[in-house]
């Protein structure tokens, strides 16, 4: 059996999706400021079909992509971890590191704070190489949490093969992390 891993910060617990996290995922992935960057918001059934998908990868792996919750009133703000992703992109295999917060707790740090201890479990504990992160090159807010992360931008952007040709989001920034530079930074 794999043991379910829950990661906590000084603000933040990082766990297993539990079903009441359901409704306020759908609203944040239905919301069209949060999903700026991504081709569309989320039906309900897409939003509860990837929150099923993310429950049922920790299941299996004991980590990814976790539901994150506010310690002062274990309310749910967005998912934040690690994921091994779907499609085959130029730099596969990998484990990339990505974020999807609520608005309101959008500007607090909490997506930092969370993906740091995100890292640390990626180096420490499953002793990674590299972590990556890529978003749409217009997506500033997301490049910033790589930037306060210490992730490097490689430059080498790519056309994200889930996205058509000619769509405004297709280019993607891909930001790496190698386990060295990560002790370095936290020695
Ligand atoms: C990307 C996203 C997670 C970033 O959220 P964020 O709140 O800007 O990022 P952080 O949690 O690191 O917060 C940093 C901000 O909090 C502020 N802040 C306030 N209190 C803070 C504290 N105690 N500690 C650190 N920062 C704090 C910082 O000054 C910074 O503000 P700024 O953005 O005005 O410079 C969020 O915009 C989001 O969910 N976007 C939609 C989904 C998305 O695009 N995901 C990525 C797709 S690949």
């Not at 967005?78 to 295999?93: C, R, Y």
Request: aromatic content about 12%; charged content about 20%.
């Amino acid at each position: 059996m794999v043991k379910i891993v829950t990661l906590n910060t000084e603000r933040l617990i990082l766990l297993q999706w539990q079903p009441n996290d359901y409704a306020p995922f759908f609203e944040l992935n239905n919301d069209p400021a949060v999903m700026q960057y991504y081709p569309n918001i989320l039906t309900k059934l897409e939003s509860d079909t990837l929150a099923t998908k993310f429950r049922d990868l920790i299941e299996k792996q004991g980590w990814g992509f976790w539901s994150v919750k506010l310690k002062e009133d274990n309310q749910f703000i967005g998912f934040v971890g690690l994921n091994k992703p779907d499609t085959v992109l130029l730099f596969s295999p990998c484990v990339e590191i990505g974020w999807r917060l609520a608005k309101n707790y959008w500007g607090k740090g909490y997506a930092t704070e969370a993906a740091n201890a995100a890292l640390k479990y990626a180096f420490e504990t499953l002793q990674l190489d590299e972590v990556v992160s890529f978003t749409s090159v217009h997506n500033i807010r997301s490049k910033s949490v790589m930037e306060k992360l210490h992730m490097v931008n490689t430059m080498q952007n790519f056309d994200h093969p889930n996205i058509p040709a000619e769509h405004k989001l297709r280019e993607h920034a891909l930001y790496k992390i190698t386990k060295a530079q990560w002790v370095d930074i936290n020695l």
